[in-house]
């Protein structure tokens, strides 16, 4: 079966240190990989969209990466902030249609 | 204003009773989305549609249905709520071939 998944649901570290999320899969063959951010009470907000033909993305202190071969994701926030504290969504879009999104990783950047 | 505008925030309704829940879009954008978000679950598609006259079912659309009265207008209706369809609920939009969403706040239903 189809399954994503980001590698905890929970991950806390300090502030100014880079964070790293996972997202990986299996059964997917997606064309594009997206990351979006959800903080308490909101609705997800795109962060980032990487293609299948694309290794590396950046914008601003956000770098993320994309390995059809590992079927993995790994999403970096350097420089690490406690405004980054939030959950992380990795979505897989496989066509117009639909986008699968990983379950989260919740974030907390400690002062 | 809000760019995706969901209604209600919050409902408590009880086991058998309709409700419906509204979401309205000043973006302009063709396609509109209902997911489900459940803690563990991550984000699941209920339904979709492309325009007005387009609905397409996702993959969880039991107990579901949906109405595109207007290119800004998309209502999720449960005509009879039962409790395991608690969840935090979510409308999106998506501009034609662009791949990004944008949300809504989104709708807590709780089903007693």
């Known amino acids: 079966s189809q399954k994503i998944e980001q590698n905890s649901e929970a991950l806390n570290i300090q502030e100014g240190k880079t964070a790293t999320l996972t997202c990986n899969y299996t059964n997917y063959s997606p064309a594009y990989l997206q990351w979006y951010r959800q903080d308490p009470g909101r609705g997800p907000v795109f962060l980032l969209l990487i293609r299948e033909n694309e290794k590396e993305k950046r914008k601003e202190r956000l770098k993320v990466t994309f390995d059809t071969t590992l079927k993995q994701s790994l999403f970096h926030i350097t420089a690490s902030q406690p405004a980054d504290s939030a959950t992380y969504l990795c979505?897989?879009?496989?066509?117009?249609?639909?986008?699968?999104f990983g379950t989260g990783t919740r974030l907390t950047v400690i002062p | 204003d809000a760019d995706v505008t969901q209604t209600p925030r919050n409902r408590i309704t009880k086991t058998g009773k309709r409700i419906m829940l509204e979401c309205s879009q000043t973006?302009?954008?063709?396609?509109m989305y209902w997911y489900r978000q459940d803690p563990g679950l991550g984000l699941r598609l209920i339904y979709y549609?492309?325009?007005?006259?387009?609905?397409n079912k996702g993959e969880i659309s039991d107990g579901y249905s949906v109405s595109r009265q207007a290119q800004a207008k998309f209502s999720l209706s449960l005509e009879s709520a039962i409790p395991n369809q608690t969840a935090l609920y979510f409308c999106?939009?998506?501009?034609?071939?662009?791949?990004?969403?944008?949300f809504g706040a989104g709708s807590r239903l709780t089903v007693l």
């Open positions: 973006k302009g954008h063709d396609r």
């Open positions: 549609s492309f325009d007005v006259k387009d609905i």
């Open positions: 979505a897989l879009g496989a066509g117009a249609n639909n986008l699968f």
């Open positions: 999106a939009t998506r501009r034609g071939e662009a791949n990004v969403l944008t």
